[in-house]
């Protein structure tokens, strides 16, 4: 039996079995129950037990509002921040996917960068930049930002906008550029074709963009605990009552209770506030009227545009690339040191190093391929609302939640809730389940967005046709949305790489991010030379990774 003869059995057998919807409504029963057993119950769970500790809150009228003063902090934050984000990401997006420079598949791959680094270096390195005398502020004779407000929401800027922009870059890519092409040829200016052809198709992307950097920008803990200063959002007060507790300052019922009640507020917000996206998102009319024919023309001109490109790149290269990589700087003087040769022959502090590199980079490959394996039948049910438009608005509310618990809050929960149900669980095991829980958001929400904006006459047309459910998405979804799923594997992947606070809640292996948070807090001493080479490398070498996989999947200059 030769190759294409074999293939061609597999397909037939998988086309009769995704013809049955007892084998389909199996497929897309099994991810719910798979979701809410990983993913979603065991942090809820986590949280519920410690419930009775609430009434020492309740107890302490200060810090009721203190910690109410918190969490509307970061949502002010989290909501001006995403605004932020989409509207920095679609210009950089565009150029992109539209763009004629050679360079633009490094520039791609550059706008990951903040991603992968680990968080609280990434916190580290922009506290350096812009408040350490060695950083901008060295041109200003003083502090140019100091810790507080202003500077979390530059963090949060930082490393919630490449998410965005790695969506709308999935989102341009998908979608066929005929459309534009058309209204051109009627006579519209590409200004007024983006407004009036692209943006309604790409509202469903716009709105997961938001939802992504939104969520992330709750949910984040350890870098932002670095530069709040005595600021303090939800996640902040969380690791502030954990301290205080270490300290001795509070009861350990107290500070349960504090982290129970912020966690639960956080949820409960954010689940209204996604729950009203659903409903108006749905609901809101793109293309947006009432612009001026005039204004539109002259924003199309190409002075024009190369001004927003331009203005597009000074942004991206001076608030998040520069502010991101300022801590690597120490490297470039290691390698003219003896820091290097130390490096690569594994003495000292780099045998955990080198130990730990190749546990994140293996454990980000599990959790993505995992992720894909999880999230694309949900995804399915989500788009296509294969139970009904109540159960698939329910799921997509649903899936964001792990997104909100802060990482430290839901990495306690977890260890908690399956050390107690499984006391023999494998470390390495826990460790998974807690990056799955953090990452599948991602890419639900990225495949989601991609699957709502295949029209589904193109499906009915080639079910009239004959075609198999198989056959439909591996001919026509699939090439259609390649580019999307791309995008939410490697948010997946960069996700997992850098977290940090859920790991250090959950098990006591050392992952490369953990390893450079001890080295950052003099828990394990290194030198700057040793903390500036070891984020150097992990950066460099996921973006080696990334730079591989663009060019293996890219194919003629495209993904």
């Known amino acids: 039996m030769n190759r294409q003869m074999l293939q061609r059995k597999i397909t037939d057998a998988l086309n009769a079995l995704s013809s049955k919807k007892p084998a389909k409504y199996a497929m897309y029963l099994t991810a719910i129950i798979v979701f809410l057993v990983l993913i979603l119950v065991p942090p809820i769970l986590g949280i519920m037990i410690k419930w009775g500790s609430l009434q020492q809150v309740i107890d302490q009228p200060q810090l009721i509002s203190r910690a109410l003063g918190a969490v509307a902090n970061s949502f002010a934050i989290a909501l001006f921040v995403s605004a932020l ?14 763009g004629k420079s050679k360079w633009l598949s490094v520039l791609d791959t550059l706008a990951d960068i903040p991603f992968i680094v680990p968080t609280a270096a990434l916190g580290y390195s922009l506290l350096l930049f812009w408040n350490a005398p060695e950083g901008v502020s060295a041109l200003f004779g003083g502090s140019l930002v100091s810790t507080g407000w202003l ?11 490449p998410v965005v922009v790695r969506v709308l870059v999935g989102a341009l890519l998908d979608y066929k550029r005929e459309y534009e092409q058309a209204s051109r040829t009627l006579g519209a200016v590409p200004f007024m074709a983006f407004r009036t052809v692209t943006s309604p198709i790409l509202k469903p992307s716009l709105i997961a963009a938001f939802i992504l950097s939104f969520a992330r920008s709750l949910s984040e803990t350890g870098a ?48 209204t506030i996604f729950a009203l996206i659903r409903i108006f998102g749905s609901k809101l009319k793109l293309p ?29 290269v001076t608030i998040v690339l520069i502010p991101a990589l300022f801590v690597a700087l120490p490297a470039f003087e290691a390698v003219f040191t003896d820091t290097l040769p130390a490096a690569f022959s594994g003495s000292g502090v780099w045998s955990d190093f080198w130990q730990s590199l190749l546990l994140s980079y ?11 394996i999880m999230g694309l039948p949900m995804a399915i049910l989500i788009a296509r609302k294969k139970f009904g438009k109540s159960i698939a608005a329910l799921l997509d509310i649903l899936v964001n939640i792990p997104l909100i618990v802060p990482s430290i809050a839901l990495g306690v929960s977890l260890k908690f809730f399956w050390k107690e149900s499984l006391p023999f669980i494998p470390e390495m095991l826990l460790l998974i389940f807690a990056h799955l829980a953090i990452t599948y958001p991602y890419i639900v929400k990225a495949m989601a967005a991609a699957f709502e904006r295949i029209s589904m006459d193109m499906e009915e047309a080639a079910r009239t046709l004959g075609a198999k459910p198989f056959s439909l998405f591996t001919t026509i979804i699939m090439p259609l949305t390649k580019y999307s799923i791309l995008s939410g ?17 959950v098990t006591n292996l050392r992952t490369a991010p953990v390893v450079i948070v001890e080295w950052v807090k003099g828990t394990v001493h290194a030198t700057s030379l040793e903390i500036g080479l070891g984020c150097g490398l992990l950066v460099l070498l996921s973006f080696l990774i990334l730079f591989a996989l663009r060019l293996l999947t890219r194919g003629k200059g495209r993904y």
């Open 362 to 372: 293996g454990l980000g490959a599990i959790v993505t391929v995992l992720g894909l």
């Open 151 to 161: 500077l979390v929401i530059l963090l949060h800027f930082t490393f919630s906008y």
């Open 85 to 98: 984000d989409v509207i920095a990401g679609i210009p950089m997006a565009w150029l992109i996917t539209r």
């Open 489 to 505: 594997a490697i948010m997946v992947f960069t996700r997992s790489v850098s977290e940090t606070g859920a790991t250090l809640a």
């Open 224 to 271: 932002t605990f670095i530069v709040a200063g005595v600021f303090e959002n939800g996640p902040v007060f969380i690791q502030n009552m954990k301290n205080d507790f270490s300290s001795g300052l509070v009861t350990q019922t107290a500070y349960e209770g504090a982290t129970v009640f912020a966690s639960v507020i956080l949820i409960a917000i954010s689940c």
């Open 288 to 316: 947006f009227k009432g612009i001026w024919p005039n204004v539109e023309r002259k924003l199309s001109y190409s002075k024009a545009v190369n001004s927003r490109n331009t203005i597009t790149l000074i942004v991206f």
